[in-house]
Nanobody, 118 residues
Framework: VQLQASGGGLVQAGGSLRLSCTTS????????MGWYRQAPGKQRELVAV???????NYADSVKGRFTISRDNAKNTVYLQMNILKPEDTAVYYC?????????????WGKGTQVTVSS
């Protein structure tokens, strides 16, 4: 299973970015997809996750600014990030909880850098 993310970059505070991540490979079902992030010197933290039933969980710090969505036909998850703040600067990791012949496992993308300048 591979996760390919795109859409990171450099943006000024108040700006917007959209991340996307496509899961491919041996997939029976994708139970959840989402995004985590890790800033320098900090632990990896949840940003937003959406499960197969459409239930969404956001970090309190991004509620009202970020929107997660998924396209099940494309095995793709999106993260629309608006009103970006310097504290949003981090490496963003795509995540998928996938069921295949190996069982149900967590899979991670390589990460994409998001930098918000003040």
């Amino acid at each position: 299973v591979q996760l390919q993310a795109s859409g990171g970059g450099l943006v000024q505070a108040g700006g917007s970015l959209r991340l996307s991540c496509t899961t491919s490979g041996s997939i029976h079902s994708i139970n959840a997809m989402g995004w985590y992030r890790q800033a320098p010197g900090k632990q990896r933290e949840l940003v937003a996750v959406v499960n197969s039933g459409g239930n969404i969980n956001y970090a309190d710090s991004v509620k009202g600014r970020f929107t997660i969505s998924r396209d099940n036909a494309k095995n793709t998850v999106y993260l629309q990030m608006n009103i970006l703040k310097p504290e949003d600067t981090a490496v963003y990791y795509c995540y998928a909880f996938v069921t295949n012949f190996r069982g149900s496992l967590d899979y991670w993308g390589k990460g994409t850098q998001v930098t918000v300048s003040s």
